[in-house]
């Protein structure tokens, strides 16, 4: 009876400790994000959400007081583009669960594929990065893009949402083989590359086509339809409902794109857009939002400016045009500050980068309980010792849905090892 009292009050402190806290942080430099920032101020938690904030808020009883005197509380910073929990060691093929066989797979579900138990999840999370948008890739239409909040022992505990976007590869003149095979593989001659792009744009038109007669089918009384799960998926983006995620590089695929978006009434936002700033005011008066391209990156062409891709953001900003941060990476997830950082070197204001963080893509992706430090929202929260966007900063406290989190992680364990190495 005893042992079994004993396992009973172990398991009961276990559940305790993995339940959102009444946690009040006092005496931080508080950056809403939302408004101005607040010098000596309190944030109070309770049941997983920000229940208060200010420079006097009183702790309630049973509370736990964190001092943060001197540090600095930022809302939690969300990746807009990433394959977290979908590959682990690249160049090994059985890690990675980016893409499926098949040109059009609407129905995919990315979330069912995170792995919650990844070792890039706790590295990303302990440089406060809290959230994060995984995408599929492959074919046509890849499937179902899924936010997660970075904490959770299964998918289902991380899944914020589980279908925020679908995924579309729009097609390119491709005149490099897609696979390699080789030094010596063959260069698709332009003819017959731009043949196979007219064709895969044709399947896509027709595939639309084909969901919208679904679409009336189904709307047909006693039609008898059968249910048809690729189709069924395609459904809440022909309601607008559910925008579509386009992969568009150049100037002329993002042409193509918001062609397409208009043919087809679509909702869309563009990622990946290197040539965004060339469109920049028919992106504004679309309202198109962009999720930015690794900003520490190479120019797309020999006669770029070397600064192109660090002043793209700026120029997206000065045109009115939203956008969100991304790393599309994730072996990388956890610099996705030094993009914000790197962009405000080059002309984009410091708060727009802050905001390209945290507010922006919590309003791209339909997140409204994310992205400022505000009451009612989640307490997807991190105390840092500096500014965000500083190499040198080190993250002290990361809370993720009221829950703070541990940050030790494969880094920090190596890091010890070594250092107190003989």
Not at 17 to 38: N, Y
Not at 49 to 66: C, D, T
Not at 79 to 98: H, K
Not at 401 to 419: A, C, F, P, Q, S
């Amino acid at each position: 009876m005893k042992s079994a009292t004993t396992c009973l009050s172990a398991w009961l402190a276990l559940a305790a400790a993995a339940l959102p806290q009444t946690v009040l942080i006092r005496g931080a430099t508080v950056h809403t994000v939302s408004g101005p920032d607040i010098a000596s101020g309190s944030v109070l938690i309770r049941d997983g959400k920000i229940a208060e904030v200010g420079v006097v808020v009183k702790a309630p009883k049973q509370a736990r007081v964190l001092e943060a005197k001197g540090l600095h509380l930022y809302p939690g910073m969300i990746d807009s583009a990433t394959d977290l929990g979908l590959a682990e060691i690249t160049s090994v093929r059985e890690t990675v669960d980016i893409r499926e066989i098949g040109d059009f797979k609407p129905q995919l579900r990315t979330i069912i594929a995170v792995n919650s138990a990844s070792e890039h999840i706790p590295v990303t999370r302990a440089n406060g990065i809290t959230s994060a948008v995984v995408l599929p890739e492959g074919g046509i239409i890849s499937g179902q893009a899924a936010v997660i909040h970075l904490d959770g022992w299964t998918w289902e505990e991380m899944a914020a949402r589980p279908s925020v976007a679908m995924v579309l590869q729009f097609p390119v003149i491709q005149q490099t083989p897609a696979e390699r095979t080789g030094p010596s593989e063959r260069r698709i001659p332009y003819a017959e590359a731009k043949k196979r792009y007219e064709a895969r744009l044709r399947e896509l038109d027709d595939w639309f086509e084909r969901a919208r007669r679904y679409q009336r089918a189904r709307q047909a009384p006693a039609s008898g339809l059968r249910p048809d799960l690729q189709l069924e998926a395609m459904l809440p983006v022909l309601e607008r409902k559910l925008p579509v995620v386009i992969h568009a590089v150049r100037e002329k695929a993002i042409r193509e794109a918001l062609a397409f978006a208009e043919r087809q009434k679509i909702r869309i936002i563009l990622a990946g857009a290197r040539d965004a700033d060339k469109l920049a005011a028919e992106l504004k008066a679309k309202d198109v939002p962009v999720i930015l391209p690794r900003v520490l990156e190479l120019p797309l062409n020999e006669d770029d400016p070397y600064d192109r891709p660090f002043t793209l953001p700026a120029a997206l900003h000065k045109a009115g045009v939203r956008f969100a941060f991304a790393t599309y990476s994730s072996s990388f997830s956890r610099n996705l500050p030094y993009q914000a950082a790197t962009a405000v070197a080059f002309g984009l204001p410091y708060q727009e980068a802050l905001r390209g963080l945290t507010l922006y893509p919590a309003e791209i992706w339909g997140l409204n309980e994310l992205g400022s430090v505000e009451p009612g929202k989640l307490a997807n929260l991190i105390l840092a010792d500096g500014d965000l966007l500083e190499v040198r900063t080190q993250i002290k406290h990361v809370f993720v849905r009221g829950k703070e989190v541990d940050l030790n992680n494969k880094h920090t364990t190596l890091y010890e090892k070594y250092r107190n190495r003989p």
